[in-house]
């Protein structure tokens, strides 16, 4: 073995630009983490207010080769040491998925390698299975809660490619409404994390705030009418903390009664997932924990948040499954889960 790549046995490389994070992950056959990179576009976006499609696509050119470089670098690999390369296909924005796509596509051409394009959502799904996250990884089937901004689903997850909504949203994702509530309280975006913080200040009993389908049979979720009676607490002059700390419990409580619903629906699962950004939030964990007397996996939130070291450990597997797509694969901005199917060899 060549002592300066003392990791060389089927490394494989994993690349993630569906939103506005540039991410790139090598890991060992194993899916151990040998490399990490992720850049998140924030800043390039918080003056617009919200991500902005094409500065997204744009940014991820720019800085995508420069991170493959640095996180094969780090790992002491060259792309020809590589088993493989996967790349997320969708869903997400298309023009920054056909750039993560491509460039990784390129990278599998060039050097003879198989390329994956892996489903975001999936990724997300699979990521508490990832060797060494927790004491035990859980076993199939487990119910996934996706709480992000741009996705809120509940999903069981049988096995690889099996998957079955139980529940999504009717109208805005749960981090979706975060961030609008948080704007309408005059903090900046993305206002998750700044909402959270005045939450702590402030009496979630001093202002009424509905709690959509708490409830109602089934899994979905409603939160665009939350949002509005935010508006309306904020126009009547109820104190910011106080709105931030209603409607952070409101959702804590929706969320909780949600999941609730899901354990009924699958009875048999092994464990409650998290993924998404606002599973980073102390009040939606602590709900959730509280709401089923299933075991709650929270990854840590830098894996709970877009990341390539899920899409690479995806990759992994569904290649491990004798799955090669083609170089036609084309992205998809729209991609449910419900349609995937276990990897085809
Ligand atoms: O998963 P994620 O990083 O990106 C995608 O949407 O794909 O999730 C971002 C969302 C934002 O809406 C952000 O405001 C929210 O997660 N978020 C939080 C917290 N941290 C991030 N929401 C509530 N509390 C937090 N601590
Ligand atoms: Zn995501």
């Known amino acids: 073995m060549n002592e300066t790549r003392p990791h060389a046995s089927e490394p494989f490389l ?5 939103c ?23 800043a390039e976006h918080t003056r617009f207010g919200g991500v902005v499609p094409e500065v997204a696509a744009r940014a991820h050119l720019q800085r995508l080769p420069a991170m493959v470089a640095g996180v094969l670098a780090q790992a002491g690999l060259r792309v020809a040491d590589l088993s493989g390369v996967a790349a997320t296909a969708g869903p997400g ?22 390329f994956i394009g892996v489903n975001h959502l999936e990724a997300h799904a699979l990521t508490a299975r990832l060797p060494g996250l927790f004491p035990e990884a859980p076993a199939f089937p487990y119910l996934l809660l996706l709480l992000s901004g741009g996705h809120c689903q ?18 805005d994702a749960v981090g979706e409404a975060f961030d609008k509530s948080a704007k309408l309280l005059g903090l900046p975006w993305p206002g998750g994390p700044h909402l959270e913080r005045l939450a702590a200040t402030g009496n979630a009993k001093a202002v009424p705030l509905p709690r959509p389908l708490l409830g109602r049979p089934g899994c979905d979720f409603s939160f665009s009418g939350l ?6 607490a904020v126009a009547r002059g109820a104190a910011p903390a106080d709105v931030a700390a209603a409607f952070q419990a409101s959702v804590a409580a929706v969320l909780a009664d949600r999941a609730r619903r899901a354990h009924a629906m699958l009875p048999g699962a092994t464990a409650l997932v998290v993924a998404g950004g606002v599973a980073a939030n102390a009040a939606v964990r602590a709900a959730l924990a509280a709401a089923t007397p299933l075991p709650l996996l929270a990854p840590p939130p830098a894996l709970c948040t877009d990341n390539a070291v899920m899409v690479a450990w995806a990759g992994l597997l569904r290649l491990a499954g004798g799955q090669r797509d083609g170089m036609a694969l084309a992205p998809r901005p729209r991609w449910p889960m419900a349609e995937m199917q276990p990897p085809a060899a």
Not at 100 to 107: D, E, N, T
Not at 154 to 171: F, I, N, P, Q
Not at 227 to 232: E, H, W
């Open 14 to 18: 994993g690349v993630e630009s569906s």
């Open 20 to 42: 506005d994070e540039t991410a790139a992950a090598v890991l060992d056959g194993q899916g151990r983490v040998l490399a990490e990179a992720v850049w998140s576009q924030t």
């Open 93 to 114: 924005l298309i023009g920054g998925l056909v750039v993560g796509a491509s460039f990784a596509k390129g990278l599998a051409l060039g050097a003879g390698l198989p």
């Open 227 to 232: 949002k509005t009676a935010v508006a309306q």
């Open 154 to 171: 509940c999903v069981a997850v049988h096995g690889l490619g099996r998957y079955e909504r139980l529940g999504t949203t009717l109208d």
